[in-house]
């Protein structure tokens, strides 16, 4: 019951009446709250502070962005970010907001963001008295047989009131006269008509007319009134007036019942004959208005049928009164009720607001993040405004209903924006009527990109092969490496790492652009200096926090014939003589010339050929060992001094040569004599046996004799031994059978010594002394 002081328009503030309803909503339950307000407030009246009444943070209010969600067209209150009040902000009719409807209430959501929360709130819009009562008519005609008998009840017409309660249509009073009382009946829908009852019989020849006058007066204070003139004709009689054969008759039709549809017949009988007989069918006064729209009569069968458009939404139930008079001088009426029940069908669809949508939403977002909040509406009844929502199947997307006809729309599936960065959400709401109807509407929904995805490249490792003498800057290598996550957190940068206990190669040799990943060298590369590199590609992208992606980098570089041969045996700037008896037959070894080269493979396969001499036809050399041998006997007739020339040419395109000088002399001592002395005898002890029987020979020719021959034979004997340490390497190992040829590639210079003592150890000190090779020169030898 509203308080009297609101009545009165004292009151300046709404009163919260209390809080019906708690119910579990999006991250906490969502309250219900209720509100009273009288109608025509002024715009900006406070209705209640909200803030308090649902508990809420008033420092975070402007934050989490409080505003009123209402599905109507006009926005009647609106909330204070800054008090937490709720005013009007709009005018408030209540009788055009809720028609004649005995409570009018506008419910409406109050929404607040971070987190998502809904509310919701209902203001009772309380009626006063802002309307006269009205009659439809100015004024009304009566013509009443003077035989009707007192006691006879003759309807007048209705008022109308649009407010409600107290404030509506209370009573009716009539001016005195001797011959009319007033009586004042109530509706089904309690609303109040007005029947005049003839108290004293009339006298058409005393008083044919009669001015009365019908006042209407509603209940508010002070009461507002209408009044309605009524002139009363009186006529002659006709003493018999129409029944009907019931006085209510009852009919029920569906809401889309088209025109012309029958509803129901009316019966009505005459006793007279002739024209007061003859009845005549019309709609009563007590009608409500917009029953002669929705409805017509036929005048002579009382056929009630559908003439406008029923809407069960509208009105439920239609009351309505038929008279039916008779033709005679003199007609007089008879009365019935009506009453149509409307059906409800399914023919209004759901309707759905989408209240707010959050997007985009992270594809880290945990299971069950609120992602936009629908209301549904249907205007049917029953299982025909009862709906359903749902969304495609497949999707990572459910629907859960928090309040009636309130649905959130959560996450139900993880997000994955590489997959799918957006979703064009169709979502259904169909009814249960039969046929159902359905409605549908469209929610985007973006996935914003959270750095989840390191660098991703097509291979795990790259073996790059670079020819030796590249030049700097050119590309070796383009990294194939990609990022699936959105722009930001896909831009890549590179770095070059190393790998290994070696430090220094990437500044030194490599390089690599930061924003690319190109691979360039910043000097050319020897593949006699080194021939591999092992690389890492450091790639890291730009989110937060940042992911990267090792990629190993397998850099081989591949040898060119850049290197000419070198000529180990004989040493260059070394005389070098190799003695060479005369008499000594073909086919025997003088020296091996030794030649290698830098480079690998075929370009480090070397060959040898004599390239010149004093007498071609002497000496021979191995085509792929380089020794030198004599091609046929020492002859007396040969120089005793010969320089040969050995060509020494690798197999590399092009070819590259040197050349090898050595000297060959040739000298007396016959083979025999020097088979006398076999490799590894003591050269003393021949000496001494020698000088034994030398001694006992010249003792029995003669001492001066002796002593000659004695100093003769010392003297070569001396001269004989030193020609034997110098060339005694190459007659005792060096002119061994060689086997397989060398060919030279590049290794360390401890691994060449290596193997050259292993060949040969006297060759080795030779040849390979331990100041003859500068630190840091190559050599392998590869049997062939």
Known sequence: MVPEAWRSGLVSTGRVVGVLLLLGALHKASAVIRYEILEEREKGFAVGNVVTDLGLDLGSLSARRLRVVSGASRRFFEVNRETGEMFVNDRLDREELCGTLPSCTVTLELLVETPLELFRAEVVIQDINDNNPAFPTREMKLEISEAVAPGTRFPLESAHDPDVGSNS?????????????????????????????????????????????????????????????????????NDNAPSFNQSLYRARVPEDAPPGTRVVQVRATDLDEGPNGEIIYSFGSHNRAGVRELFSLDLVTGVLTIKGRLDFEDTKLHEIYIQAKDKGANPEGAHCKVLVEVADVNDNAPEITVTSVYSPVPEDAPLGTVIALLSVTDLDAGENGLVTCEVPPGLPFSLTSSLKNYFTLKTSAPLDRETVPEYNLSIAARDAGAPSLSALTTVRVQVSDINDNPPQSSQSSYDVYVEENNLPGVPILNLSVWDPDAPQNARLSFFLLERGAEAGLVGRYFTINRDSGVVSSLVPLDYEDRREFELTAHVSDGGTPVLTTNISVNVFVTDRNDNAPQVLYPRPGRSSVEMLPRGTAAGHAITRVVGWDPDAGYNAWLSYSLLGAPNQSLFAVGLYSGQVSTARPVQDSDSPRQTLTVLIKDNGEPALSTTATLTVSVTEDSPEARAEFPSGSAPGEQNKSLTF???????????????????????????????????????????????????????????????????DPVFYRQVLGAESSPPGQMLRLIPR
């Not at 009946?185 to 008509?193: A, F, G, I, L, V």
């Not at 508010?220 to 004709?233: C, F, K, Q």
């Not at 010249?698 to 070569?716: E, P, R």
């Not at 005792?732 to 060689?738: A, K």
């Open 693 to 759: 029987y030398l001694l006992l020979a010249l003792i029995l020719v003669s001492v001066g004799f002796a002593v000659t021959v004695l100093g003769v034979i010392i003297f070569k004997v001396y001269k004989w031994k030193q020609s034997r340490d110098l060339y005694r390497a190459p007659v005792s190992s060096l002119y061994r059978t060689p086997g397989p040829s060398l060919h030279a590639d590049a290794v360390p210079l401890a691994s060449r010594q290596n193997t050259l003592r292993s060949c």
């Open 169 to 237: 249509l209370q009573t009716y009073e009539l001016s005195r006269n001797e011959y009319f009382a007033l009586r004042v009946q109530t509706r089904e829908d309690s609303t109040k008509y007005a029947e005049l009852v003839l108290e004293r019989a009339l006298d058409r020849e005393r008083e044919p007319s009669l001015q009365l006058v019908l006042t209407a007066l509603d209940g508010g204070t002070p009461a507002r009134s209408a009044t309605l003139p009524i002139r009363v004709a009186v006529l002659d009689a």
